[in-house]
């Protein structure tokens, strides 16, 4: 024990440093770990808790043991969700005379919620329903589950699971670091001792005594700076809020027992090379083969990490039984950066050659000083160069991770939500007059909206597949979209009015007076068998001239923004001959501005026998004038009155322009007939101008000009590709595509006997960067389109502040705290190299001075070495860490994204310069204060010329 004192003794200062190193491992890596969970916890429940708590509500009848049927509910729900911690509330409803129901309220407790909670409430809300069916004493006559608990609860296990395995990156680049710290602090430190090994072998000690001794003393260091760390780590965790867990005792295990072996086996190694004669190699060939050797298998290594990582996209690995995070994926940016390292290390000999044979033109000699030391010492210099490499690469990597989750999720919820507040007004059923669009005027002019469009937001099918469709008016997209590329894709979209000849309504009208002009002839021998006797055929005739046709017609106007609206004009008879009726259809309140007459729909009934009708129609709206409404003609020649193709009856449009038809009825059952407005010189079967998503171009090999036929509504729709985008606003779905409503509708009309309702009204805020003044606007449009709405309850309001659990939040706090903690183990690792230089190098001060190099010349030497050194290795780990970035980070990011990354493009790589300034900043400060003091410390050792034995 007396030895192994003496023998700390003699390097109390080196040793000191090391401690520190294991203490500062012991610290980051505790802080690193416990924060990310709770920052994966705080999410967690941030996501189960907003906007509304997530629940899960089973309603069945009271049964007869009320106590037995709630204690075995209560019983299944903690079995079920694997003992996560919930909230049962058990109520009664009555119902008359018959049984009362029992409901029971199941909600997390998420006070006592942690992030490994979330894959038994996911399991238990999918599996509750079958087991309380299954279970005796709880159903009574059926049992109703109901709520989003599992599915919110899987939504976050998934994104738990998808940042676990990314946060494995940075958790492997800071033990990498650690690793590679301790194993330069080792080896500098068992150099400094490589006399007193050779002496103590010579007076016949044997290595495994040496190793023995080392052991100790490591054990010592390790485990007293490993205990100091990890309190450190719990005291900066519980000053941050943070409970600690036993994640945080696991490192500070992992590290005491790690820096135990690393500074044991390089004491061990060390005895042995001593004890075998091979310090006498002075040539160096084992070194330069060794060193070589090193680069080749460090670039090897990062070169099949980054090969896996880029295969894969990201470490997660998902298997039929569930995923599993790759080691060597995980480890790629890691290993890339340290092989990277490594590269600037053997290219720094060379270099510090070249700056000697440089500097050596010059005046001076504290240049050709430094660059010789430098040249000369490179086995000492590696320590520096290392942590400073992968401290600031990690600084970059860390930088790159922040800037482009963060910007990828605003992208990602920007494109999924397409705008700043999208308002659905859901309705069942198709477009009506019953059922109109939400209005998208009367939102407009609401306070905080700059644009506001009505939106068609549904599903096609492309050759059986599934594809997104949103449809917006293309004049508004570029006002509406917050995507970039939102003013391009509403120049693509934009063409001619499909509705330009179609008659305008005036905006104060409140009616339309509908005027038809009947003629109406029956043709009994149509039908009639020839053999029935004349008397029957008499009374069928006489029958057929007092019977009449009952007439049903509605009205399609269309807007300005793209929207329609159906209003119905009610039923008139329409006797056997010439006739002439008129039907009033009273609009909506407030006529949409630039209404239009689009289409009229025709139904007749009551036809038991053909009969061939023309129709005549001519349109007058209603508008208000000195105390009576007047009534204004609408120019319905204008247009082209195209039929629809929509049923099977016989009919033809005037040749003369008119609104009006003439058709063979031959069907007992209602026949419906629709004319539309067209222009005439635009062709029956236009495509619909399409941007198609670039997954959409791909899987269906779309190009510019491209015909695609889909299905919606239930109905073919053509689509020309008059553009390619990397998603779609508004949409999920990787395929998927944008059109413009007006050319949509103008379609279906000819189509489709029922439209899809357009269900949205897509708002664009005055302010969209003052998050406060959106979700003002989203609350003042929720009440105003409940106030219209049929079922209040149901309106929906979705900005792009709401995106569900941020899954690279945890992430980024790893990536932040890992660079954090390399910049703190590289700052530490030159310490313990100035300290080795200021002891070691002593007697070269002294020949120094004796040569006329005074104080100040000998201080800034030293100086200049660390500061070339350290700017060396910044730039080079800035460098190395930008290209890792580039090849990794985007990949990391997707993965990291989740849901929100599908239909979107690959995430664009987006640098925070803020956090590596940081970061990489507090390096430069570490390595230029450490280079301060040594200078100061040279400064002191020149001025002292007192004798001692190790200058002698």
Do not use: K
């Amino acid at each position: 024990m007396g030895y192994l004192r003496r023998r700390a003794g003699a390097h109390l200062g080196l040793l000191s440093l090391v401690a520190l190193l294991v203490a500062v491992v012991a610290a980051t890596s505790g802080v690193m770990l416990g924060a990310v969970v709770a920052s994966t916890t705080d999410a967690a429940r941030t996501a189960l808790a907003e906007p509304e708590p997530a629940t899960l509500t089973v309603t069945t009848r009271v049964a007869p043991d009320a106590a037995a049927q709630d204690a075995r509910v209560r019983d299944l729900v903690d079995e079920v969700f694997d003992g996560a911690p919930l909230d049962v509330a058990r109520s009664e409803t009555p119902d008359g005379t018959d049984t009362p129901f029992a409901t029971w309220r199941v909600t997390p407790d998420l006070e006592a919620f942690t992030s490994g909670h979330a894959a038994g409430l996911a399991a238990g809300g999918d599996g509750l329903r079958t087991a309380l069916r299954e279970a005796d004493g709880v159903a009574v006559r059926g049992v109703v589950v109901e709520g989003d608990l599992g599915e919110r609860a899987a939504v976050v296990h998934a994104a738990q699971r998808d940042a676990g395995a990314v946060a494995a990156v940075p958790v492997v680049l800071l033990a990498l670091t650690a690793v590679v710290a301790l194993t330069q602090v080792a080896r500098l430190l068992a150099a400094t001792r490589e006399t007193e090994a050779e002496i103590l072998v010579a007076r016949g000690a044997a290595p495994r005594q040496l190793t023995a001794a080392g052991l100790l003393e490591a054990a010592v260091v390790g485990v007293l700076a490993s205990g100091a760390g990890t309190a450190l780590a719990v005291g900066v965790l519980a000053v941050r809020g943070a409970a600690p867990t036993a994640s945080v005792a696991w490192t500070g295990a992992l590290t005491a027992v790690g820096s135990v072996v690393v500074l044991t086996a390089v004491v061990a190694l060390q005895a042995r090379a001593v004890a075998r004669r091979e310090v006498t190699d002075r040539s160096g060939r084992l070194r330069q083969v060794a060193a070589l050797g090193t680069v080749v298998a460090a670039v090897a290594l990062g070169a099949a990490g980054l090969l896996r990582l880029r295969t894969l996209g990201s470490p997660l690995v998902v298997v039929p039984d569930g995923a599993r995070t790759d080691p060597l994926a995980a480890a790629a940016p890691a290993l890339v950066l340290a092989a990277l390292g490594v590269v600037v290390l053997a290219l720094l000999g060379p270099g510090a050659r070249l700056w000697s044979a440089l500097a050596a033109r010059g005046r001076g000699t504290t240049a050709v000083l430094a660059a010789r030391q430098v040249a000369r010492r490179l086995r000492v210099v590696v320590v520096g160069v290392v942590l400073l490499v992968l401290a600031s690469g990690s600084a970059v990597l860390a930088g790159a991770y922040a800037g482009t989750s963060e910007q990828a999720r605003a992208d990602a919820i920007a494109q999924r939500v397409g705008t700043d507040v999208r308002v659905t007004v859901p309705a069942p059923g198709r477009l009506s007059a019953e059922r109109p669009p939400p209005r998208a005027d009367e939102l407009a002019a609401l306070d905080g909206v700059a644009a506001a469009a009505p939106a068609l937001v549904a599903d096609a099918t492309v050759q059986g597949a599934t594809v997104g469709l949103t449809a917006l008016a293309a004049d508004r997209v570029s006002a509406v979209v917050r995507t970039p590329d939102a003013a391009p894709l509403s120049a693509m979209l934009r063409g001619d009015d499909p509705f330009a000849t179609a008659p305008s309504v005036p905006d104060d009208a409140t009616g339309l007076v509908l005027a038809l002009d009947a003629s109406v002839t029956s043709d009994v021998d149509l039908q009639a068998p020839q053999e029935l006797p004349t008397d029957v055929l008499e009374e069928l005739e006489e029958a057929a001239a007092t019977e009449t046709i009952e007439v049903e017609v509605s009205a399609w106007l269309a807007a300005a923004d793209g929207s329609l609206t159906v209003v119905e004009a009610g039923t008139t008879e329409l006797p056997e001959g010439s006739s002439t009726a008129s039907l009033t259809a009273d609009l909506p309140a407030g006529v949409p501005p630039g209404a239009r007459l689009v289409a009229l729909d025709v139904g007749f009934d009551g036809v038991p026998w053909p009969r061939e009708t023309a129709l005549a129609v001519s349109v007058a709206a209603t508008v208000p004038g000195g105390g009576a409404s007047a009534e204004v003609p609408l120019e319905v020649s204008a247009a082209a009155w195209a039929p629809a193709d929509i049923g099977s009856v016989r009919f033809e449009t005037p040749a003369d322009g008119t609104l009006g038809i003439d058709a063979v009825l031959d069907s007992n059952h209602a026949s419906r007939l629709r004319l539309v407005a067209t222009d005439p010189a635009t062709p029956a079967a236009t495509p619909v101008p399409a941007v198609v998503s670039e997954a959409a171009a791909q899987r269906w090999d779309l190009a510019m000009g491209d015909t695609v036929e889909a299905t919606t509504a239930g109905s073919t729709v053509p689509l020309r590709v008059v553009g390619v985008t990397a998603a779609v606003p508004g949409q999920t779905h990787p395929e998927a595509a944008l059109v413009d409503l007006a050319t949509l509708d103008a379609s279906l009309l000819r189509a489709a006997a029922q439209l899809p309702r357009p269900a949205e009204v897509w708002l664009a805020a005055s302010d969209p960067d003052d998050a406060g003044a959106v979700e003002r606007l989203a609350a003042t449009a929720r009440s105003a389109a409940a106030a219209s709405a049929a079922e209040p309850q149901d309106v929906e309001v979705v900005t792009a502040g709401g995106g569900g659990v941020d899954a690279a939040a945890p992430v980024r706090l790893a990536f932040t705290l890992a660079a954090a903690g390399a910049a703190a183990l590289a700052v530490v690792g030159l310490a313990v190299v100035a300290v080795a230089g200021l002891s070691g190098r002593r007697d070269e001060v002294v020949v120094l001075r004796a040569a006329g190099l005074g104080p100040r010349s000998q201080a800034a030497g030293r100086a200049l070495e660390a500061a070339v050194v350290g700017v060396v290795a910044l730039g080079a780990g800035i460098l190395a860490g930008w290209s890792v970035a580039a090849a990794t980070v985007p990949g990391l990011v997707g993965a990291t994204l989740g849901s929100l990354a599908v239909g979107t493009a690959q995430p664009a790589l987006v640098v925070d310069a803020g956090t590596v300034v940081a970061l990489t900043g507090t390096a430069a400060l570490g390595t230029a204060a450490v280079a301060a003091v040594v200078a100061v410390r040279v400064a002191v050792q020149a001025r002292d010329t007192t004798y001692r034995p190790e200058v002698r």
